[in-house]
């Protein structure tokens, strides 16, 4: 079984910064692109950057020059960075990842959800 894990959300004020981490562990073969996407109150999931596994990265345009989005693969896990967060930053943030798992056939998997709320 593979899970992933996300931490590092909470409460920021306007104009400051948060780094989300999220490990994968289980029984892993490979991983393959890695993502973060967030949802807020009322609006669909959107993807706000990607990192493929040879580093390359996108980022969603709200979000371009402030956030970066890095990867540790030696330890399965991808990074967010997040400065100059604003107000709309606010969301539940997910991390995604396409995963070989042993015995498996490769497939997406989500973490549970970090709360991210900007406010003054």
């Known amino acids: 079984q593979v899970q992933l894990v996300e931490s590092g959300g909470g409460l920021v004020q306007p104009g400051g910064s948060l780094r989300l981490s999220c490990a994968a562990s289980g029984r892993i073969f490979s991983i393959h692109a890695m993502g973060w996407y967030r949802q807020a109150p009322g609006k669909q999931r959107e993807l706000v950057a990607g990192v493929t596994s040879g580093g390359s990265t996108n980022y969603a345009d709200s979000v371009k020059g402030r956030f970066t989005i890095s990867r540790d693969n030696a330890k399965n896990t991808v990074y967010l960075q997040m400065n100059s967060l604003k107000p709309e930053d606010t969301a539940v943030y997910y991390c995604?990842?396409?995963?070989?798992?042993?015995?498996?056939?490769?497939?997406?998997?989500w973490g549970q959800g970090t709360q991210v709320t900007v406010s003054s």
């Open positions: 995604n990842a396409n995963i070989a798992a042993i015995g498996t056939v490769t497939r997406g998997y």
